[in-house]
């Protein structure tokens, strides 16, 4: 954990209860992967729920290697982001470090950010940033890939 690391902006109970549904979600769907579907993408939830369009996806290198896969999503909605570090290769299914961090561009100290050991990916995590631009970090073991002054709404 960084030093003075502050508190995010959801809460860690809320934020289990999302990945959860995520995990849930990408359980139902491996399983369910047949061409019958019943959900119109339309009333379909993604990784950050209802509402959200995803608008960036960036892959997370070591050197030549792709340990990782940043998506960040929008809802017009509400005007916040969200962001989510995946593994990939032999990173995806392995208990291996994975961070995101999302904050909005020159005010570095309002941020939301997840970071541990997961075997999928770390996130989702928010910002509210209708009218801004945001900075993103992604990290998948060693990998690591900023974004600054990205996304602007």
Do not use: W
């Not at 849930?24 to 339309?42: D, E, H, K, R």
């Not at 995803?54 to 940043?70: A, E, F, H, I, K």
């Not at 999302?102 to 009218?131: M, N, R």
């Amino acid at each position: 954990m960084p030093h003075g690391r502050r508190r995010p902006l959801v809460n860690r109970k809320k934020r289990m209860q999302i990945r959860s549904k995520v995990a849930a979600a990408i359980g139902a769907a491996v399983v369910l992967a047949s061409p019958v579907v019943t959900a119109s993408p339309a009333s379909a939830a993604g990784p950050c729920g209802s509402g959200y369009s995803r608008v960036g996806t960036y892959s997370v290198m070591d050197g030549g290697t792709r340990r990782g896969t940043l998506e960040v999503h929008y809802n017009a909605g509400t005007g916040k982001n969200c962001a989510l570090t995946y593994g990939y290769g032999s990173y995806y299914g392995a208990e291996t470090l994975k961070m995101v961090r999302v904050s909005l561009t020159g005010a570095p100290s309002h941020y939301d950010y997840d970071e541990g050991f997961y075997k999928y990916y770390a996130g989702p995590v928010y910002i509210s940033a209708e009218d801004s631009c945001i900075d993103v970090v992604a990290q998948a073991g060693v990998a690591r890939r900023a974004l600054n002054g990205v996304h602007c709404g």
